[in-house]
């Protein structure tokens, strides 16, 4: 148990605190019937039950997040910076869904596309600056040098996310699946030459 991070699990976890606060305050002057999912357009287009939306999403949000700190502390994966920056993304996300969720159903309008844009631009800048400093016990150029072109394509995708905010959704939606699409290739293309790699060494 000494090799979890209780420190920081705590600080995280407390976020939870604040998407809880606002659910006890609006949790009764709320439908029981609520909007939780929006399109490109920021319109909302799907709905589900209140306490499904407000309690059971949360908590499980609550379990995932303490299972992935405990988890990456075990394996002392959580002890590599950019882990520390996933351990914040569940409770910052539960927050802003949650504050969303709120706020829309409370009858007002909000600009769901560029909250979520932004909120990933901030998450890909923050694993990218990252990433290079993940190199503890790395000797290997190649290694290390793959590990810096990644950490360039997530600066690079923030950066145009951010841009695309400028534009029609559309722009928005086909950045991030231009991401996608560029993060999966690259990732097994680093797979694919850590395999050879290894064999080769075998």
């Given at each position: 148990m000494k090799k979890i991070d209780w420190k920081l699990?705590?600080?995280?976890?407390?976020?939870?605190?604040?998407?809880?606060?606002?659910?006890?305050?609006?949790?009764?002057?709320?439908?029981?019937?609520?909007?939780?999912?929006?399109?490109?357009?920021?319109?909302?287009?799907?709905?589900?039950?209140?306490?499904?939306?407000?309690?059971l999403t949360p908590i499980l949000l609550v379990v995932v997040h303490l299972a992935l700190c405990i988890g990456l502390d075990v394996t002392k994966s959580g002890r590599l910076p950019v882990a520390k920056v996933v351990k914040w993304v569940i409770p910052i996300f539960t927050t802003l869904e949650t504050g969303l969720i709120l706020v829309y159903n409370a009858g007002n309008q909000i600009d769901v596309r560029r909250l979520v844009v932004a909120l990933l631009a901030l998450i890909y800048l923050l694993l990218g600056n990252y990433l290079p400093k993940d190199v503890a016990g790395m000797t290997d150029s190649k290694t290390l040098m793959d590990r810096k072109k990644t950490a360039y394509l997530f600066i690079s995708g923030a950066f145009a996310l951010l841009l695309s905010l400028f534009f029609a959704p559309i722009v928005s939606l086909m950045v991030g699946i231009v991401f996608i699409v560029l993060v999966i290739s690259w990732s097994i293309c680093v797979g694919l030459k850590s395999y050879r790699s290894t064999s080769n060494r075998l």
């Open positions: 699990l705590i600080v995280t976890s407390s976020i939870f605190l604040i998407p809880l606060a606002l659910i006890l305050i609006y949790y009764g002057q709320l439908p029981a019937v609520l909007y939780t999912h929006f399109g490109i357009d920021s319109q909302a287009n799907e709905m589900s039950d209140k306490w499904i939306a407000l309690v």
